[in-house]
């Protein structure tokens, strides 16, 4: 088992509408979870931290995290072609473990 | 605030060289951490490094080696490069080590192995 998968896509969703992104984890000492996108050609960059179970909302995203079940997610609201990038979901290998990637799912917002 | 700021941009060396790239984390941050990123591997850790220690290390061979300095700047090294080893090598930068804050990544290094 992958110790962290998320599903390749591509996702497409039409602009203003809810695009949702999909992460499980094998960890269950796992403690942070992070999302990142990154477009083409450029780095990864940090959008946002989740550590308790729930919602966790900033802007248009929300990220919710249910522990029991390894399981954290991503919520683009009124989704834009801007938008249209690469999700990866990041896990912590323990306290003082290293980030774990999933492989990322691509986005592609039509307008 | 400065970012992470990797050198060089671009590589392109010949299978059995060896190459050597060079990483400064945000000021102030301590861990740097290494990672190899391929289309079809995706991101895979390599090593981290924390006050010049390397405490964490992935699954690669032992061509892949790197080190921290005392102001926290860190280098990788790669040696008898092979062709598989063209990809984009990202360095990471945290306060803390294990990766609990997140990472900022720099730019990235892209290495050709030709």
């Known amino acids: 088992q992958k110790e962290v998968e998320q599903n390749s896509g591509p996702l497409s969703v039409p602009e203003g509408a809810i695009a949702s992104l999909n992460c499980t984890y094998s960890d269950r000492g796992s403690q942070s979870f992070f999302w990142y996108r990154q477009y083409s050609g450029k780095s990864p960059e940090l959008i946002m931290s989740?550590?308790?179970?729930g919602d966790k909302e900033d802007g248009r995203f929300t990220a919710q995290l249910n522990k029991a079940s390894q399981y954290v997610s991503l919520l683009i609201r009124d989704s834009q072609p801007s938008d249209s990038a690469t999700y990866l979901c990041?896990?912590?290998?323990?306290?003082?473990?290293?980030?774990?990637f999933g492989k990322g799912t691509k986005l592609s917002v039509k307008p | 605030k400065a970012g992470v700021t990797q050198t060089p941009r671009y590589l392109i060396k010949t299978r059995g060289q060896q190459v050597t790239l060079s990483c400064s984390p945000i000021?102030?941050?301590?861990?740097v951490s290494w990672y190899q990123q391929t289309p079809g591997q995706g991101l895979q850790f390599l090593f981290e490094y924390f006050s010049e220690t390397q405490r964490n290390k992935g699954n690669f061979p032992g061509r892949f080696s790197g080190r921290q300095f005392s102001n926290s700047r860190s280098e990788m090294n790669v040696s008898t490069l092979e062709l598989g080893d063209s990809a984009l090598y990202l360095c990471?930068?945290?306060?803390?080590?294990?990766?609990?804050?997140?990472?900022?990544f720099g730019s990235g290094t892209r290495l050709t192995v030709v």
């Open positions: 990471a930068s945290s306060p803390d080590i294990g990766g609990n804050y997140g990472y900022t």
């Open positions: 989740i550590y308790s179970n």
């Open positions: 000021s102030g941050h301590r861990s």
């Open positions: 990041a896990v912590n290998r323990g306290s003082q473990g290293n980030l774990i």
